[in-house]
Structure formats: structure tokens, C-alpha cells
């Protein structure tokens, strides 16, 4: 889980100046201390260290089985840790039922009651708080304005469209004003137009209320365009942390390039590497591959290349010889509106990918199936990897 | 195809329902019949429901069945509820097995040996037979058939109901209370349904475990048939045979709303 430093390039798109996590003296909101949850045989977190920090929009993301959503039950108290603790605001929570934690969670399944309406859906938290009745339902009244569900509020939840529910759930679980918000795989249910839409929304709502949100999903997307911070988990570990632009332009690993969007991995052996760039000798590009990269790597090592289609161009005509240069021919072609992909195919039998956007409609010569074409990268295109 | 019903078909729905139907219809008749003798048909008349409610030894084992029926239900009920519970909810707990089987076990076994076991219990405790040892009886014996109505519904709950309470700040006893029991009220209503009409027409456990001064309404009967069938006796079964049904019927309608609802 090494965080690489790379002063000497911006990474992707920065947010805002919002990093807490890069201040020594900002103490965490929730912090996992090499938490480790065991299922009967199985282990479904295996040490997990983290820190959240209030006002932070955090991701865990990981395929399916891979301990995120346990993570996310044992802050909310559904599970106990066998080893490690979790504390809350340097609180550990140990032993604390879910109804004494001020964190709530919104379920996958939105777990609404049936037999309440939508308006006493959301007052259900405020009732357990104690609170006066005009104080609930002034506070109902709000989060259903906020939910833009004003008209609803005595319909019961079968009545309301997947959208709805999934609105209704959020105003539940933010109206008695936790904390911290735990979102289970939100998204799952909507379609995609739907899904797009809300993750804006949920961004706006989580900037406007300053409310700390930890979401666990398996989509990518979902987690980069929502998320300040992202961890990638595998196998119930944490694999790497960081911003979704390092995390995607960063990867510190094959498993991270790989799970998060399409990558290209060439294999190769260091032949140079002198803490500025690396050049790597492989049989499928004549030139080698040559990148920017300042971690010196022992010179003989195996050592991967790691490069997004989209930053592979495609030459209909020869470029001049040198590094970063393959020659294939054209497998397949994705036409997906605003982006092409092209599938190359290398003498060797391996397919690469290579993107283009299409920014005109029309072009002089297009790609064509079966084209000899030659793909090139520049040497800050790719990332080296080690592991 | 012809979609209708062939003769084949009908023919045999009148016979299936002419088996099950036909001696009560020939009941609820005769029990409108003026004539003294029971077989005989001497014109209408409703004068057998008036002898009815004046006879006092009927009345009483009347208001004796219901008092049984209620409490024993809601005793079956409660408990049933907790069993359901304790089955679909705790998991492989250590006996699971064996208690569920020893829930079920009454569903199968002669109602005599039932009767004539709790019989040797109370004698054995020293407990003087009367009406609550029908009560406690009934509870017993109706107590797996509220387990298993509950059971099923409770297993299609969906836990994170629960969870969604309980992570909203309500314990779990609350959470149990505000959530889970509204959406399984449905069983657990026609669980109560089932316990009070199993007890309302229940003559074996009710005759072991009965005692002076609370006998039942099936007893009665059961006890005047035997000195000769009275047209009474077919007033009061034709007055039983309409709250059963009306009461089967309203369970029904609640069930059939619900789902309409859902």
C-alpha cells in the first residue's frame, strides 16, 4: 500500500484543496486498526487499517466478496471485529449495539418499511431520538423537500418507483443527522441515466450537508466520480488509497490497473533505470518501452507497463522507429458514439486495446477491420509496475 | 380448446362436494324444522333457536367454549410468535433441530394420547381439573399450529427490515414491535384464527382435561346425543357452522387485502 509521491506531475482532475488525510495533525473521524472479521472458516476482512475524515466522501470498491460490505457492517455495528478495533471521533465502538452508534446506513435492498408511508419512513429515526412531534415532523417535512418527494409523503413504498425508493431511503437514513452516512451499493438498482444523475445529486447533497458518507460499491464508476478518496480492496484487504485520478493514472499494482477501467500490460525486463525514466526490453515492441518513472528498479527485473487505451494512438501510417512502437492489425472495432475502441492484434496472438474519442464526425480515412495499423504511447503515458 | 368444464368434471365436483357438504346442509335444514323428531320433516320453523336461548346449560357451555377459545388462541399465539422466532431467527443454535421437531410433534399424534398425557400431568401436579386445565390443554395443542402459520411468513420476512430499525436507533425488542409484527401481523392473525377454531370444536382434550363446572359446548352436545338427538342440537351446530365460517371467511378477506395492498 505504498502511496506514490510524484511531485513533478498533476495528476488528473484535483477537486479542490480538500485533504485532510495529507495533514499530519488532522485526526480521523473513523479509524479501522488492523481489523480482521472471520465467517466460520472464512476470512472476510484480513487487517484492515484505514482513516476517514469528517466532511470526506470515501469509497470502498472491490468486486464482490472481497469484505467491502462487511467492512461498512462492522462500523455500523451488525458485526463485531475478532481482532483490531474501530473507533468513531476517538471513540472505540466495541461492543456498541447499531442503535447506540450515531452512523446510519442506507441498505441495498433501501429496506423501507411497508406498512409505513414515505413520511413515516423518515420520521423513524427522529422518533427514536425522542424528540417532539412537531419538532418530527417539521424535520420530515424537510428531508422530504430536500428529497424533492414533497407530494409523496403518505404514499406507502410500493407505490413509488425504484427511483423514489431509492430517494426515500437516503432521506431516512440522513434525517436524524448522523454522523456519518453508510451507503450500500445506492446505486445498484437504478438504471444507468438514473444512476448518472443521482451520483451528481449525491455529491451535491453530501457538499451541502458536510456530512461524512462512506459508500461501498463494485462499480468504478460510480466510486471515482462520487468518491474524494477511493480504497480498492481485494480479498478482504485494502490494495491502495488514494484520489480516483491516482488511483486510476497511479495504479500501484496489476490487480488495481486491471479491476479499475480497461488497461494494456506489457511484460519486460529493466534494462535501465536511472530515478527519472525506465527502459524496459520486450519481445512484442522492437524500440522497447521506455517511461517516466523515478523509483529506481533494480536493473534485470521483471517489471510491467501499464497503459490506458486511451492514451495509445493509432497510426494508419508507419511512425518513425523508437520505443513505445507496435505494429498489429485490427481484430475488432467498438463503436461506442463518443469513443471508439479499437481491438489490435499483436504478431504474437495478444489483443491489445487502444481508444480513440471520435471529436470529428467525419474522417478522411477511417480504421477498418483487418488494417495494418502501429500503435505508439508517449513515455509518460504508461505506469511501471513492480508487483 | 374448449375451456369450460367437461361432465366428467362436473360430475365429480358434485359428488366431492355432495360428500363433504351434503350431512351439514341436511343439518343446518333440519335445524329449521318444527317437528319434535329430528328426521322428520313437520314444516318450517324457528322455534329450536328459540328453546335455545332458553336453555341455560347450553348458554353456559357456550360462554365457557368462547372463554377457552379466547384465551387459549392468544396464550397459542404469543407463544407460537416466540417459537417462529426462535426457529427462523436464531440460526443453527445447539437443539434447533429437536426443537422444531418437538414444536411439530403434537401436529401428529393422536389427540387421545395428547388428551390422556396432559390429563396424567395435572393429576400428577395436583391440579384441580376445571376451566383453565382445558385452557392450558388447548394452548398446548394449538400452539404448533400458530408456530407453523407464523413461521412461513416469518421466514419470507426480509431480515434487513430489522436491521434498518435497529441501525435507526430502536433496539431490537422495539425493532421486533415497530417492524417485524406489523408485516407478519397477517399469520399472526390467522394463526389466532386457527388456535380459536381448533379449541371452539375440540371434544377430546376438552373431555380429559375438563372438570365440574366447564364443560364445553362440544361436550354438551356430545353428552345430549347421546341421551337422543335433539332439533336443538341442530340449532346450536347450524349457529357454530355460521361464526366458523363467517370467521374463516373474514380471515380470508384480510389476507386477500393485504395482498392487494402489497
Known amino acids: 500500500m505504498t502511496q506514490r509521491s510524484r511531485p513533478r506531475l498533476n495528476i488528473g482532475a484535483v477537486r479542490s484543496t480538500f485533504a485532510p488525510w495529507a495533514d499530519p495533525a488532522a485526526r480521523p473521524l473513523v479509524r479501522f486498526e488492523n481489523v480482521v472479521k472471520r465467517f466460520g472458516g472464512e476470512t472476510a476482512v484480513a487487517g484492515v487499517s484505514l482513516d476517514i475524515y469528517e466532511g470526506e466522501f470515501f469509497a470502498l470498491l472491490g468486486p464482490s466478496g472481497c469484505g467491502k460490505t462487511t467492512l461498512m457492517r462492522l462500523l455500523a455495528g451488525f458485526e463485531d471485529p475478532d481482532e483490531g478495533r474501530v473507533t468513531l471521533a476517538g471513540e472505540d465502538l466495541a461492543g456498541r449495539p447499531p442503535h447506540r452508534r450515531p452512523v446510519n446506513m442506507m441498505f441495498q435492498s433501501y429496506a423501507l418499511f411497508p406498512h409505513l408511508s414515505v413520511e413515516k419512513n423518515i420520521a423513524f429515526g427522529l422518533r427514536q431520538l425522542g424528540l417532539a412531534k412537531d419538532e418530527v415532523a417539521a424535520r420530515a417535512a424537510e428531508m422530504l423537500a430536500l428529497v424533492r418527494l414533497d407530494g409523496l409523503a403518505r404514499r406507502k413504498p410500493h407505490q413509488l418507483s425504484g427511483g423514489q425508493r431509492q430517494r426515500v431511503a437516503l432521506a431516512r437514513a440522513i434525517a436524524p443527522r448522523p454522523r456519518m452516512l453508510l451507503l450500500d451499493e445506492p446505486l445498484a438498482a437504478l438504471d444507468r441515466k438514473l444512476r448518472e444523475e443521482t451520483q451528481f445529486e449525491l455529491m451535491a447533497l453530501q457538499q451541502s450537508l458536510g456530512m461524512t458518507f462512506l459508500i461501498v460499491t463494485h462499480d468504478q464508476e460510480e466510486a471515482m466520480v462520487t468518491a474524494d478518496r477511493i480504497a480498492v480492496m481485494r480479498e478482504g484487504q485494502i490494495v491502495q488509497i488514494g484520489r480516483p485520478a491516482e488511483v486510476y493514472e497511479a495504479p500501484n499494482s496489476r490487480y488495481v490497473a486491471d479491476f479499475i477501467g480497461d488497461v494494456n500490460l506489457f511484460e519486460g525486463k529493466v534494462e535501465r533505470a536511472d530515478g527519472q525514466s525506465v527502459r524496459l526490453a520486450s519481445d512484442e515492441a522492437q524500440g522497447g518501452f521506455e517511461a517516466v518513472e523515478d523509483d529506481v528498479i533494480a536493473v534485470g527485473a521483471t517489471a510491467w507497463l501499464a497503459v490506458r487505451p486511451e492514451k495509445i494512438q493509432v497510426h494508419l501510417d508507419a511512425p518513425p522507429p523508437g520505443p513505445n512502437r507496435l505494429a498489429g492489425k485490427v481484430a475488432d472495432i467498438g463503436y461506442l458514439g463518443d469513443w471508439t475502441t479499437y481491438l489490435v492484434e499483436l504478431p504474437n496472438g495478444r489483443t491489445l486495446r487502444a481508444a480513440r474519442a471520435n471529436a470529428a464526425r467525419f474522417v478522411e480515412r477511417p480504421v477498418d477491420w483487418d488494417d495494418q495499423i502501429w500503435l505508439t504511447f508517449a513515455p509518460d503515458a504508461g505506469v511501471v509496475l513492480t508487483q | 380448446m374448449r375451456r369450460g368444464l367437461t361432465a366428467f368434471n362436473r360430475v365429480s365436483l358434485l359428488f366431492g362436494f355432495g360428500f363433504l357438504y351434503l350431512p351439514i346442509f341436511l343439518l343446518v335444514v333440519y335445524s329449521f324444522n318444527a317437528s319434535q323428531l329430528v328426521t322428520v320433516w313437520g314444516g318450517f320453523s324457528t322455534r329450536w333457536y328459540a328453546s335455545l336461548f332458553r336453555n341455560e346449560q347450553l348458554l353456559d357451555a357456550v ?48 389427540e387421545v394420547v395428547l388428551g390422556l398425557s396432559l390429563l396424567l400431568l395435572f393429576v400428577a401436579f395436583g391440579l384441580p381439573r376445571g376451566f383453565w386445565t382445558v385452557v392450558i390443554g388447548h394452548a398446548t395443542v394449538t400452539l404448533c399450529y400458530a408456530t407453523v402459520v407464523i413461521q412461513a411468513r416469518l421466514a419470507a420476512f426480509d431480515r434487513q427490515l430489522e436491521e434498518a430499525a435497529r441501525d435507526l436507533g430502536c433496539p431490537p425488542f422495539k425493532a421486533f414491535f415497530l417492524v417485524t409484527l406489523p408485516n407478519i401481523a397477517p399469520a399472526v392473525a390467522a394463526a389466532w384464527m386457527l388456535a380459536f377454531t381448533l379449541s371452539l370444536d375440540d371434544l377430546v382434550i376438552a373431555s380429559f382435561t375438563s372438570g365440574p363446572g366447564a364443560t364445553t359446548l362440544p361436550m354438551r352436545i356430545y353428552s345430549q346425543v347421546r341421551l337422543g338427538v335433539n332439533p336443538e342440537i341442530n340449532a346450536v351446530s347450524t349457529l357454530l357452522i355460521g361464526l366458523v365460517a363467517t370467521g374463516v371467511i373474514a380471515a380470508y378477506l384480510m389476507q386477500l387485502r393485504r395482498r392487494q395492498d402489497a
Open chain 2, 63 to 110: 360462554w365457557v367454549t368462547f372463554r377457552v377459545g379466547l384465551i387459549s388462541a392468544t396464550v397459542a399465539t404469543i407463544l407460537g410468535t416466540f417459537a417462529a422466532v426462535a426457529l427462523v431467527r436464531a440460526g443453527r443454535f445447539k437443539g434447533r433441530t429437536l426443537f422444531s421437531g418437538l414444536v411439530y410433534a403434537p401436529l401428529v399424534m393422536p
